[in-house]
């Protein structure tokens, strides 16, 4: 290399390999490091990998968006029956005092 860094050849065939599986950290809280620009696990200290956890956010914030349109459509809807109901009762608080007299 022309920086003076040495490399040695890796040779697949005298290396010895193993492979701890990857676990699903399903805890709450994450660590966000911003020395080594990493994310960690608050509670067992699993290493999050960021692009992950970036994209399971962007995921939950736009299923957020759909949630809150369907919610702020019910809104309206109950609110238009809502209004309905606050007429009838009206009405028939009327039709109520009438009956009395
Ligand atoms: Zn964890």
């Known amino acids: ?3 003076g860094t040495k490399v040695i050849r890796f040779d697949p065939d005298r290396a010895l ?3 701890r599986e ?3 950290c399903k805890h709450p809280r994450i660590i966000v490091c ?3 620009r990493s ?3 608050d509670v067992c200290g699993a290493a999050i990998d960021p692009f992950d ?5 962007a995921k939950g914030d736009r299923c957020l968006e759909a949630r809150k349109r369907q919610l702020e459509d019910e ?6 029956s809502l209004e309905e109901l606050k007429r009838e009762e009206k009405n028939l608080k009327a039709r109520l ?5």
């Open 39 to 41: 994310l960690e696990c």
């Open 75 to 80: 809104v309206k809807r109950i609110s238009g």
């Open 97 to 101: 005092r009438r009956l009395k007299s």
């Open 1 to 3: 290399m022309e920086d």
């Open 17 to 19: 390999i193993r492979i």
């Open 53 to 57: 956890f970036m994209l399971r956010w």
């Open 22 to 24: 990857a676990k699903w």
């Open 34 to 36: 911003e020395k080594s």
